[in-house]
């Protein structure tokens, strides 16, 4: 070798310097060669991930239907004007030349500013000139373009929204006037029927967040939209189906180059609900009492007694699904948030009130079963000294108020006028306390049916522990009369009273009837949720009918409570109910109620009115659930599916 | 071992073979600074006069001037200011350390800021620690075997070291070692001094990477956070050494995350030499450095190497090692040609001292060795560095020029 050549032979130490030169370049060859010759097809594949990003399209929501197919929520293509910013590059450049103070020395951060200045000029003129052309001004906001540029420049920027049919043909009639545009597709959730069963359906929220077993890494994502409440948010996980992926090669100014799908999104199933659309709409018609009109604060709830089926389920006032999708103004918040009208509360499930009298058909039904009550026997309930006309009780030292008269009741006279006294003397027997507690438990009071998970509370009413601790007749006479410790939601009541109509059996309410993929070629099989019971009373049908006569009484017989919920040629059962909002002692306010059934004989529907500060039971509630029977016998006369038919099917 | 007497009585020239293995780097360097910060430069419109590859070529021009001017003094009677020189480089050291005057970047003080330049005072520091050890081992060979001169050659290693150990730029102290070591080996100092002493080094060191890799917390040698990260990062360790023993699962998750940058440019510079292939992808159309994989603020000085790689392959890899290899036997062959045993000695150590910066920097592109801040001699950018390469180059022309002087 021509080095060691030329050392001198003796010198052993350059040798050896040499040497391990010779050894240390070796060693990097060695390397160089694994790593570019060797390895060379790895590396080359890791690179080629990089170059490309990936893109999370969000897959087409499944549609919600009610019972019959008509559309709750669906998607609607809503067509954008979409801006490539990489087509623009030479745009941006003529724009800084033309705004560039000529001959002038720019510092770095002057020129930084002219080029954002001249990027920002050429986008917003676009904008503006496409606006007016399709007349529809729009402004694009700077520091968001600047954010997009930073962060996404390969996605374009949306600069228009929502086209209507004649601004599409008007943007189609002229292609490719405006550099880089494009008319791009999306589906946009809608809610055909504005507000309709709003708190049922829910809301979304945009959130274009992988899902579980979703690819977790991407680049950019498309918007995408998250179920929060309701259905929506229950059942997001189906409904929002799989997103995809596609890839874009990216060039070496960050800008799209090339688009390919790597896995097309799969679109979410379709919920089939037990509602009725048309039905829901009545109902949420008929809960605007003339009281308060759209001012009603209240909830009506129609369940399928055999099935346990809700067919509407209406809370007001209400507020339109819509309306969360994009951002909300601070006006809209506020009224959403108002602290007495409280729009976005499901006051079907989400809050609890004193069941007030309508609790007396527990109370009555513990009694019969007791056998603390005789049906025919006569009880005389004594007059209240300070108000003429009017009965009372006393309970230990504590006098209780009556609103029905004093004089002989029985059973049935009792129900139909609500006497409190003859309900808190026959509650105080030995042992219907105990029956009471038992058949709450039966009906589940105090605990949740389920339907709207997060969105649904318990309500309460006394266990067997709460007997042992504290407990005196007093609470006993209150629980009788719905009072005190006992809160429950219509919905609870719902499923009370349609147990009683049907003969003892309490089911799991059912909101969901079928999930069905959104292609009809699929081979997938829809996934049916069939009614579910939840507990069998276990009491004499005898009882029962005794219980259900008494209401049906109460809404047919001179001087019941409930006669202004009647409909010509429908038997219906009712009772109403006036619980007292106490606070601190003081009654501060009032819960309507009116809870029913009909046809008596044939029992097929439930319906549970309540309105917060109305009247009187009988005055606000009951014809609210008149306005629903009639839905209910008009559409029981139209041809088509019915509901119950449908759901004896599954 | 003098030399023989001389009777050639052609004129002395320099070695142009040198020469032209340096500029042929020099011109590689220019091209791939400019194709490492094109993207950064073309989009923001840098003029060319303040883009990074000219400024380099300045540099270059400034570099060849200081090799020209080291040629003109015999390095004989420049090494008469060698203990000038070296108390001068551990003065700005010293100075570098102090705030204020030293500029922090990156967490590391190794910068004095000029205005116009940044000195690093390390570089400075190399070339006048090769001055002053050969002035200083320049004695006679008796006196060489005396523990009293090893020890205090040591000393003269010693004090640079601990200096830029503490900036910290540990790469730089690092090439101190092997450049010394291998000029008291050619100096003549006997070879069982120098093996016992690195015998027990190695042994300490290794207890030391021992301890910083698997030794409790409070047990471990003290070592920036940042190089216990390289070098757990080096080894491949698991996330759960960088956290705390008792780290919550989100102190671990933050460790994961840190593992992860930390191996970033390691990952990247691989990907980035290993994509080039065989023949690269062409001048400027290296994927890994226009999209900013590889990071910018490295891919132009200590991960040029990677630019190169995968822009010109390993044809481009082979050429840039083979241009180092011949600068570098020439400086053996420099060396086996100097007139005396300081020419020797110093020549071995420019040889020693380059091939160190050159060895560590492309191994740690390649994963060979960990990550340590060394510039890769005239192909990164940063005026220091191609200043003070430049002139150990003109150390060695100066050697060969001189070979045959009395």
Redesign the interface.
């Known amino acids: 070798m021509l080095v060691f050549d030329q050392l001198r032979k003796q010198d052993t130490q350059l040798r050896l310097v040499a040497v391990a030169l010779a050894g240390g370049f070796c060693i990097l060859l060695a390397g160089l060669w694994y790593v570019q010759i060797f390895s060379s097809k790895r590396f080359s594949e890791s690179l080629e991930d990089q170059a490309v990003r990936t893109v999370r399209i969000p897959a087409v929501r499944g549609k919600i239907l009610d019972r019959n197919r008509q559309p709750l929520a669906e998607n609607r293509p809503t067509y954008n004007v979409e801006l490539y910013l990489a087509e623009l590059g030479r745009h941006f450049q003529a724009e800084y030349q033309r705004i560039r103070p000529a001959n002038a020395r720019l510092t770095r951060v002057e020129r930084e500013r002219l080029e954002w200045t001249a990027r920002y000029q050429v986008v917003s003129n676009i904008t503006a000139q496409v606006g007016e052309w399709l007349q529809q001004p729009r402004v694009i906001d700077q520091r968001l373009f600047q954010r997009h540029y930073n962060e996404v420049r390969a996605l374009p920027i949306s600069i228009l929204q929502n086209l209507n049919a004649t601004q599409v043909a008007r943007f189609a009639e002229r292609p490719g006037v405006f550099p880089g545009l494009e008319l791009e597709i999306q589906p946009l959730r809608v809610y055909p029927q504005t507000s309709l069963a709003a708190h049922v359906l829910g809301a979304l929220r945009r959130d274009d967040s992988s899902q579980e077993e979703e690819d977790a890494f991407y680049h950019y994502r498309l918007p995408d939209w998250k179920g929060i409440t309701g259905i929506e948010g229950i059942y997001d996980v189906q409904l929002r189906g799989a997103a995809g992926t596609k890839s874009m090669t990216v060039n070496r100014l960050g800008y799209r180059q090339q688009e390919t799908v790597l896995r097309a999104p799969e679109p979410g199933d379709n919920l089939i609900l037990t509602l009725d659309l048309k039905l829901q709409q009545a109902v949420e018609r008929a809960l605007h009492t003339p009281m308060f009109g759209a001012q009603t604060r209240g909830a009506a709830v129609v369940l399928d007694v055999q099935t346990g089926d809700v067919l509407a389920m209406a809370s007001a006032p209400s507020f339109e699904p819509e309306r969360f999708m994009g951002r909300i103004k601070d006006e809209d918040w506020a009224a959403l948030n108002d602290p007495v009208q409280r729009p976005l509360l499901n006051r079907a499930t989400q809050e609890n009130y004193h069941p007030g009298s309508i609790l007396k058909m527990l109370t009555g039904l513990a009694a019969l079963e007791m056998e603390a009550i005789d049906p025919r026997a006569v009880f005389n309930v004594e007059a209240d000294p300070t108000r003429p006309g009017r009965g009372c009780i006393h309970v230990g030292s504590r006098k209780i108020e009556d609103t029905a008269p004093p004089g002989p009741y029985n059973f049935k006279k009792a129900l139909v006028h609500s006497s409190n006294a003859y309900f808190i003397h026959h509650g105080l027997k030995p042992g219907v306390l105990q029956k009471m507690i038992m058949l709450g438990e039966k009906f589940h009071l105090g605990e949740r049916t389920g339907i709207l998970p997060r969105q649904e509370t318990a309500g309460e009413f006394p266990g067997q522990d709460d007997l042992v601790r504290h407990w005196q007749s007093g609470d006993t006479a209150n629980l009788c009369i719905g009072q005190g410790k006992v809160s429950t939601s219509p919905l609870q009541m719902a499923v009370m009273t349609a147990a009683i109509a049907n003969g003892g059996r309490v089911f799991w309410p059912r909101l969901l009837m079928r999930l069905e993929p959104a292609d009809p070629q699929s081979t997938e099989r829809a996934a049916e949720q069939p009614p579910r019971l939840r507990d069998d009373l276990g009491v004499k049908s005898e009882n029962l009918r005794l219980v259900r006569e008494a209401m049906l009484a109460d809404v047919e017989e001179q001087g019941g409570t409930g006669r202004e919920a009647a409909v010509p040629g429908l038997k219906i059962g009712g009772k109403t109910g006036t619980a007292e909002v106490e606070r601190a002692g003081k009654m501060v306010d009032k819960t309507t109620w009116f809870a029913s059934f009909a046809p008596v004989d044939q029992p097929k529907w439930a319906v549970v009115v309540m309105v917060e500060s109305g009247a009187s039971g009988g005055k606000t509630c009951a014809p609210v659930a008149r306005k629903i029977y009639e839905a209910l016998v008009k559409r029981e006369r139209e041809p088509g599916p019915k509901g119950a038919a449908l759901a004896l099917n599954n | 071992?003098l030399a023989r007497p001389n009777i050639d009585e052609k004129p002395a020239r320099i070695d142009w073979v040198l020469v032209c293995a340096l500029l042929g780097l020099m011109v590689l360097g220019a091209m791939f600074i400019h194709s490492a910060r094109y993207?950064t430069e073309s989009?923001?419109?840098?003029p060319w006069f303040k883009q990074y590859h000219f400024k380099q070529i300045i540099y270059y021009a400034m570099g060849l001037g200081a090799m020209a001017a080291m040629c003109v003094i015999p390095y004989q009677t420049l090494v008469r200011w060698s203990y000038v020189a070296y108390w001068g480089s551990i003065l700005l050291l010293v100075l570098v350390l102090i705030p204020h005057i030293g500029a922090m970047r990156f967490g590391a003080r190794r910068w004095i800021d000029l205005g116009v330049f940044q000195l690093q005072p390390s570089e400075i520091a190399k070339i006048a620690f090769i001055l002053a050890l050969g002035n200083f081992l320049a004695r006679p060979l008796d006196e060489l075997k005396l523990p009293v001169i090893f020890w205090r050659a040591l000393g003269m290693l010693g004090l640079p070291f601990a200096f830029i150990f503490v900036e910290p730029d540990l790469g730089s102290a690092l090439v101190l070692i092997p450049t010394g070591f291998?000029m008291m080996?050619?100096a003549?100092i006997p070879a069982n001094y120098l093996r016992r002493f690195l015998g027990g080094a190695a042994l300490i060191v290794v207890l030391i990477l021992v301890d910083v890799l698997f030794a409790p917390p409070n047990w471990r040698f003290k070592l920036e956070d940042y190089q216990r990260r390289r070098l757990l990062v080096y080894f491949g360790m698991d996330a759960k050494h960088f956290a705390p023993p008792d780290a919550t699962a989100a102190e671990l998750q933050k460790a994961r995350i840190q593992e992860r940058n930390d191996s970033y440019n390691v990952e990247q510079a691989?990907?980035s030499?290993?994509?080039?292939?065989?023949t690269g992808k062409g001048w400027r159309q290296g994927?890994?450095n226009?999209?900013g994989?590889l990071p910018r603020a490295v891919a132009h000085n200590d991960f040029i190497f990677s630019v190169l790689?995968e822009e010109s392959?390993?044809v481009g890899?082979?050429v840039v090692?083979s241009l180092?290899?011949v600068v570098?036997?020439a400086g053996?062959?420099i060396?086996?040609?100097a007139r005396d045993r300081l020419g020797?000695m110093m020549a071995?150590g420019v040889?020693?001292l380059l091939?160190s910066h050159?060895?560590i920097n492309?191994?740690m592109n390649?994963r060979?060795m960990p990550v340590t801040g060394v510039p890769l001699p005239l192909l990164s950018y940063g005026g220091t560095s191609v200043i003070c390469t430049l002139v150990a180059a003109g150390l060695l022309q100066n050697i060969y020029l001189h070979r045959r002087s009395y």
């Open positions: 071992m993207a989009g923001a419109g840098v291998v080996f050619v003549g691989l990907i030499v290993g994509s080039g292939g065989l994927t890994q226009v999209l994989y790689a392959g390993f890899s082979v090692l180092y290899a570098l036997f053996i062959r060396a086996g040609q020797k071995a040889v020693t091939f050159m060895f492309i191994g390649i060979l």
